[in-house]
């Protein structure tokens, strides 16, 4: 009787809390493709946020390589302050892909395969991942811009030049205008 109500239970379990895949965070393609405008960049993300990116960060092998090392897929927390365009959750899992042993800066194999964010706050423009609970920066590099000092960095050619050296405020205005 006992072993009976045990499989009855276990049955109604399975049945009452399914199991989820998991995404397999090495096989993730991030979208590399760069926009043309600032204009098309908001327009084509899911989510602009403004936010913290903790400096921890995961590592997945995706079995690729290159003469120079292998490629790999990061996953790093962002602790979203504002959402400016989408509704996102408090916390958002952003994965990047970079290569290992991290090329000299000045490789163009960065422009490519950026890696990780560093720690510090963040204008992020960011796409969803298909069939999973990820989100990428847009464009790579098109879709990050630090602040510092309360201001945005649109990184030297590699993102927008309207964003540079705007205050937060400024900035949500100039997309907010964007996206209508």
């Known amino acids: 009787m006992?072993?009976?109500?045990?499989?009855?239970?276990s049955l109604l379990c399975s049945f009452s809390f399914p199991v989820h895949a998991q995404t397999d965070i090495g096989r993730v393609q991030v979208d590399p493709s760069p926009f043309s405008s600032l204009a098309e960049l908001v327009k084509k993300c899911?989510?602009?946020?403004?936010?913290?990116?903790?400096?921890?960060?995961?590592?997945?092998?995706?079995?690729?390589?290159?003469?120079?090392?292998?490629i790999v897929n990061y996953t790093q927390r962002l602790q979203v302050k504002?959402?400016?365009k989408g509704t996102a959750s408090r916390l958002l899992t952003v994965v990047s892909t970079?290569?290992?042993?991290?090329?000299?800066?000045?490789?163009?194999?960065?422009?490519?395969?950026?890696?990780?964010?560093?720690?510090?706050n963040y204008l992020l423009f960011l796409r969803k991942v298909s069939g999973s609970q990820l989100y990428s920066t847009a464009g790579?590099?098109?879709?990050?811009?630090?602040?510092?000092?309360?201001k945005t960095i649109a990184l030297s050619n590699l993102g927008f030049t309207e964003l540079n050296q705007l205050s937060q405020?400024?900035?949500?205005?100039?997309?907010?205008?964007?996206?209508?």
């Open 46 to 70: 899911d989510l602009i946020v403004i936010g913290r990116v903790d400096s921890t960060h995961r590592a997945y092998p995706t079995g690729r390589t290159l003469p120079q090392g292998k």
């Open 82 to 84: 504002k959402a400016v």
């Open 98 to 120: 970079g290569v290992e042993p991290l090329p000299d800066a000045s490789s163009p194999l960065n422009l490519q395969y950026p890696g990780p964010l560093a720690e510090g």
């Open 2 to 9: 006992f072993y009976q109500l045990l499989l009855c239970l």
């Open 140 to 150: 790579l590099w098109q879709g990050i811009y630090p602040i510092y000092q309360g």
């Open 169 to 180: 405020e400024e900035a949500i205005r100039k997309i907010t205008a964007i996206s209508r």
